[in-house]
């Protein structure tokens, strides 16, 4: 998609801005959520103007409701946008669903039946943004709970047909895949072997609340074994990719996010070995 490595990075939360603008730690780049800083001023954007001095930025979002049947809003767009310049993002995306109908936003990521009329609006919608953005919009898998009976493919068939007929990118959430699969009983290997790899240009890696007969994703702790697993085996079929450790409840020190980072690290630096 000519869109760059940026190496290891984690998401920009305000309970470690002190820390990063005072201390300026070791770290590739950051993420924001882009509804975070649009519409606001003050602290927020004082802290992330001198974060995008220093790192690379980029911006995702939870508000887009791409999958939506409302029409799209081509106000948010220009925040986007205005965002996005300012901050130089590097790029910016949101998630392959729908957060609100009727003019009401649910601040939440809604599931969509995997459907040839689903796929359609997807792709004419993906198509228009990106066009008004005048960039391409980078999609992630959401964590799912519940299946449609209409459904007539998998997930990750969708995914990668979206992908590919409206010509965008892909944010892989290796801990999504994890999640989905072991609430539907699905293969997480064959999951990723069905993504397209050339579309892929970052990863997410997160920690979940596993309630035995369910996963949550929660992003509250540490990765487990078997995200890392996935994220290994992904990452050995198409090379390095973008990667960022998301934690956003019960937010530890930041020198807890970098150890996690590292444990990532090694993934890569393996991978440029056997490239040597």
Not at 12 to 37: C, G, V, Y
Not at 124 to 146: A, C, G
Not at 192 to 211: K, M, Y
Request: glycine content about 6%.
């Amino acid at each position: 998609m000519g869109l760059p490595d940026l190496g290891l990075g984690v998401g920009l939360r305000t309970q470690h801005f002190r820390h990063i603008t005072t201390k300026w730690p070791a770290m590739d780049w950051f993420e924001i959520l882009s509804e975070n800083f649009i519409d606001t001023g003050g602290r927020p954007m004082y802290f992330l103007d001198q974060v995008a001095e220093r790192y690379p930025i980029v911006m995702h979002g939870v508000s887009l409701s791409v999958g939506s049947t409302d029409p799209i809003d081509f106000g948010f767009l220009d925040k986007l946008k205005a965002l996005a310049k300012r901050v130089r993002a590097k790029w910016l995306g949101d998630h392959v669903c729908w957060t609100g109908v009727a003019g009401l936003n649910g601040h939440d990521l809604y599931p969509l039946p995997y459907t040839e009329e689903s796929l359609r609006h997807m792709v004419s919608r993906v198509r228009t943004i990106q066009d008004y953005l005048e960039r391409p919009l980078v999609l992630e898998n959401p964590s799912t709970y519940l299946t449609f009976g209409v459904s007539s493919m998998p997930e990750e068939e969708f995914i990668a047909r979206l992908a590919e007929e409206a010509d965008c990118a892909l944010l892989l959430d290796v801990n999504n895949v994890y999640v989905t699969c072991r609430n539907h009983d699905l293969d997480p290997v064959a999951y990723l072997a069905a993504i397209p790899a050339d579309r892929v240009v970052q990863i997410h890696l997160a920690g979940h609340t596993d309630n035995g007969t369910h996963c949550i994703d929660t992003h509250d702790g540490r990765v487990v074994d078997a995200v890392w697993e996935l994220y290994a085996r992904f990452t050995a079929r198409v090379g390095a990719r973008a990667t960022l450790l998301e934690w956003d409840a019960d937010i530890p020190k930041f020198s807890v996010l970098q150890q996690e980072v590292r444990k990532a690290a090694r993934f890569r630096n393996g991978l440029r070995k056997a490239a040597a």
